[in-house]
């Protein structure tokens, strides 16, 4: 299945495929800062299971902030998903979400096809 991004700007829905990737990238827009962070956690088998490694697993966290423009660093294992809801809570309307995926796009930060509707 190819990795998309389905936006529909009339009612503002964003649709993010299972392969989509964000990569490394910066993002200003308007008044809005983008923040995410990762850190690594331990993810522990079931005491009685068989078979069950322990692992590191990554845990992103992204921070949304509506103030003064600034340029933040985000990625890479951020999901478009993960900044699309953090945007969506703030109220961006879906021509802004637009206007940032095409210029992630743009940029190569992100690893999927964008469809409008």
């Known amino acids: 299945m190819p990795a998309r991004v389905i936006i529909d700007e009339r009612t503002g829905t964003v649709v993010v495929g299972a392969n989509v990737v964000l990569g490394v990238a910066a993002i200003a827009h308007g008044g809005l800062t983008v923040h995410v962070s990762e850190h690594p956690a331990v993810s522990q088998p079931n005491p009685l299971s068989k078979g069950g490694q322990t692992v590191v697993v990554p845990e992103s966290t992204v921070e949304v902030v509506e103030k003064e423009g600034r ?47």
């Open 71 to 117: 340029i933040q660093a985000v990625g890479p294992a951020t999901t478009v998903g993960d900044i699309a809801a953090a945007l969506n809570a703030l109220g961006v309307k879906p021509r802004d979400l637009v206007a940032i995926f095409q210029a992630l796009k743009a940029a190569g930060a992100l690893h999927a096809e964008i469809q409008v509707l």
